[in-house]
């Protein structure tokens, strides 16, 4: 673990990582910025050496290395070890706007009601990564349009809640999508106030995984997630998203059985890992 020497900014980002041979992709994060401003708390889940010294020679960082697997695992392990006033959840893979740590803290400096602020990125195109709901208070509906790497919040509100990512979901775990939705609807749940904010922050490339709504392990494990909130009405959710992803064009018609059956596959498999937790 490597110490920052300077006075420790408000905005700590939290970046998750595996397979990087080195850390040379600060360098195209952070290119427009200025380091000074915000910390790095960063936790890889490579197999390291034991003699292994992370270092750059332009960031520093707090860095950790742990062995679980799952992105859910590695959000978790980072906010515990955070001690920063506001955290933003952060991908390896992103391009930060150069005003982006003044967006951040302005935001909850103007809303300080707020526990939790989502904001906005572009594509390489230059345009919405996704079309955003205008909404400025999150609902149920709305938080389901927000990725992982948008959310920031403030650190002493999720851990006296114990807001958690569930490490069920999400890339590396059993169900490969919906952890961050999963967050933000646990927060939710536990009255916190979330609010939406138009600015954007950064820059991500124009395709995600979680984009794929179309395919059997996205539709597996949105399956799960109606298994996890709604019981048994779960299949009336499942036959439903079927038939939106069919009239939006995501499947093709001649690939309903398979993709409602791969639904099925992520009820059962929900239901069965439940059981054996109780």
Do not use: W
């Amino acid at each position: 673990m490597s110490d920052q020497s300077k006075k420790k900014p408000i905005l700590q980002l939290l970046i998750s990582s595996k397979g990087k041979k080195n850390f040379n992709f600060l360098d195209e994060m952070f290119h427009k910025c200025d380091r000074n401003q915000f910390s790095i708390l960063l936790v890889d889940q490579t197999k390291r050496q034991k003699k292994f010294k992370p270092f750059h020679k332009k960031y520093s960082f707090i860095y950790y290395n742990i062995p679980s697997n799952g992105l859910s695992n590695s959000r978790n392990f980072a906010i515990n070890k955070s001690d920063a006033e506001i955290c933003l959840i952060c991908d390896d893979d992103v391009v930060f706007e150069k005003n982006f740590v003044d967006i951040i803290i302005k935001a909850f400096q103007n809303e300080t009601s707020a526990d939790i602020i989502t904001f906005r990125a572009k594509n390489i195109l230059n345009k919405l990564f996704k079309k955003y709901p205008n909404k400025i208070i999150h609902d149920y509906k709305t938080i389901a349009f927000i990725n992982s790497f948008l959310i920031a919040f403030k650190r002493s509100k999720i851990i006296d809640q114990k807001v958690l990512f569930d490490p069920l979901f999400g890339l590396g775990s059993i169900f490969q999508t919906a952890d961050e939705y999963i967050f933000l609807r646990e927060a939710l749940d536990k009255k916190l106030n979330l609010l939406s904010s138009k600015k954007i922050i950064l820059t991500h490339k124009e395709f995600s995984s979680g984009q794929n709504a179309g395919s059997d392990k996205i539709i597996f494990a949105r399956s799960a997630v109606f298994s996890k909130y709604y019981g048994d009405i779960a299949y009336l959710k499942l036959i439903h998203h079927i038939y939106l992803l069919l009239i939006n064009g995501k499947i093709k018609f001649h690939e309903i059985i398979v993709k409602f059956m791969a639904g099925l596959n992520g009820i059962k498999k929900y239901k069965v890992i439940i059981s054996e937790q109780y």
